[in-house]
């Protein structure tokens, strides 16, 4: 969200600043391997027409799609970035530490409504996490030493405590039990205070966030429909004006 869907998420920086070295991000990345790969065929076939950005967001609906998700449809012809600055992540991507207000700020500056705010984070269905997301909230919550959040259910808590020690690098923690299959037991998870962010607990402390997430909870819900459609809406978003066809997603052409 920070500078649209333009790929700059997966640019490489010799200095270790670029979005992906943020700290939100690290840790967390997944599949830039893969989009290389992909690239690489398509550039062979077709060099310098199909985005890096073109791929991710197909790559994003056809790995939800393959672990259950409901499919959407897919705008092409992006471009891809050049901005690769950890510093506009750490300011402008939402943080595990947000609370329910500050989190329809910060969706609503790229227009977002409350209910995209609400159902896009049910993605973490199927996502990662480092501990050191986690970190503060198991041992020293709002910068007291030693107070866990009294908002995380006290098992959940014990047990993330063993896969992230402090002062340790710690587990790749997921997000909910089904891993690996893109369903709506996030939102079950949040209910009973098991989510593993703040921020997925204060979706909760809100009459309007608590109704979606219940909303959501439920069998038969509209959630798959929802998100979906919150995702095309995500992957559209381009703000800059200067773009090109990376030959490499990693790496801005030279």
Not at 24 to 48: F, L, T
Not at 88 to 107: I, S
């Amino acid at each position: 969200m920070t500078q649209g869907c333009d790929a700059s998420v997966i640019l490489n920086s010799p200095t270790n600043t670029a979005e992906k070295d943020a700290t939100p991000n690290r840790g967390s990345m997944r599949g830039d391997d893969e989009i290389d790969q992909i690239k690489a065929v398509v550039e062979a076939e077709c060099p310098g027409v199909v985005s890096c950005a073109d791929i991710l967001a197909l790559a994003a609906r056809d790995a939800t799609v393959k672990v259950e998700g409901k499919s959407w449809s897919v705008a092409l012809d992006r471009k891809d970035g050049f901005v690769l600055l950890d510093s506009e992540v750490n300011q402008q991507l939402p943080t595990p530490l947000m609370t329910f207000e500050q989190l329809v700020q910060n969706f609503a500056a790229v227009r977002f409504r409350e209910e995209e705010m609400v159902v896009l984070p049910g993605g973490h269905t199927i996502g990662r996490a480092s501990c050191g997301a986690v970190l503060s909230r198991l041992y020293d919550l709002n910068g007291v030493a030693g107070l866990t959040d009294p908002s995380i259910d006290s098992q959940l808590a014990e047990e993330l405590k063993k896969k992230c020690p402090r002062n340790q690098q710690g587990e790749t923690l997921s997000m909910e039990s089904s891993k690996n299959t893109f369903d709506n037991l996030y939102f079950k998870a949040v209910l009973p205070n098991e989510g593993l962010y703040q921020s997925d607990a204060r979706l909760s402390t809100n009459s309007v966030g608590l109704e979606l997430v219940t909303r959501y909870s439920m069998p038969g819900s509209s959630f798959y429909g929802e998100f979906a459609a919150a995702m095309t809406k995500i992957s559209n978003i381009q703000w800059a004006s200067e773009r090109e066809v990376r030959r490499v997603c990693s790496y801005i052409n030279q």
